[in-house]
């Protein structure tokens, strides 16, 4: 079980939205910093978003970032098939003076 | 731009050292924190652990008792070990730079733990 908890899948239309979902505590999404990676199997972990809000460099402004409390949301809008991969959280917890993930979001473009 | 390459072994015994070392080329290792995360089969990432360039640690929890992380300022790198592995710490390993944001990344290490 991670600490941090995403849905394991989301799917939208080409052209649409889709939001992924991020889901903490006081101890880490509360009072961290959130960021978000795309992952394809077999290549780099990539940074999109950090410190809830920033693009990374590179990264079109379809991609955004929203933290609320102790949730943090990324945000993709006119989706396209490339944008295909998995998506994770990551934080700070301070607790357990560690870093967390979320378990990942597999997003299919439709 | 910083680049980073994991090295190692692909196939280690069970009960056995998973030893890992992670080159950084492009920039220096100093002031900066080194992480190591990895991906089972099927599942999600796993934060390993981070060092500074100076030598302090933090170790997730569930692999605290088994992990020891280093950094040699002098080669520009920084090393993972793992020891008493069993089949679960079979994943692909990155090395990073950064805690726990982590902007820089290693391509990954396949690492398998079988007899």
């Known amino acids: 079980q991670s600490v941090l908890t995403q849905p394991p899948s989301v799917s939208a239309a080409p052209g649409q939205k889709v939001t992924i979902s991020c889901s903490g505590s006081s101890s880490n999404i509360g009072n961290n910093y959130v960021s978000w990676y795309r992952h394809l199997p077999g290549t780099a972990p990539k940074l999109l978003i950090y410190d809830n809000v920033k693009r990374s460099s590179g990264i079109p402004d379809r991609f955004s970032g929203s933290k609320s409390a102790t949730s943090a949301t990324l945000g993709i809008t006119g989706l396209q098939t490339g944008d295909e991969a998995d998506y994770y959280c990551g934080t700070w917890d301070s607790s357990l003076s560690a870093g967390v993930f979320g378990g990942g979001t597999k997003l299919t473009v439709l | 731009q910083v680049q980073l390459q994991e090295s190692g072994p692909g196939l280690v015994k069970p009960a056995a050292t998973l030893s890992l070392t992670c080159s950084v080329s492009g920039g220096s290792i100093s002031n900066y924190y080194w992480s190591w995360v990895r991906q089972p089969p099927g599942k999600g990432l796993e934060w390993i652990g981070c060092?500074?360039?100076?030598?302090?640690?933090n170790y997730n929890p569930s692999l605290k008792s088994r992990v020891t992380m280093s950094v040699d300022t002098s080669k520009n790198q920084f090393s993972l070990r793992l020891n008493s592995v069993t089949a679960a710490d079979t994943a692909v390993y990155y090395c990073a730079r950064g805690k726990p944001l982590l902007p820089y990344w290693g391509q990954g290490t396949l690492v398998t733990v079988s007899s």
């Open positions: 060092i500074y360039y100076s030598g302090s640690t």
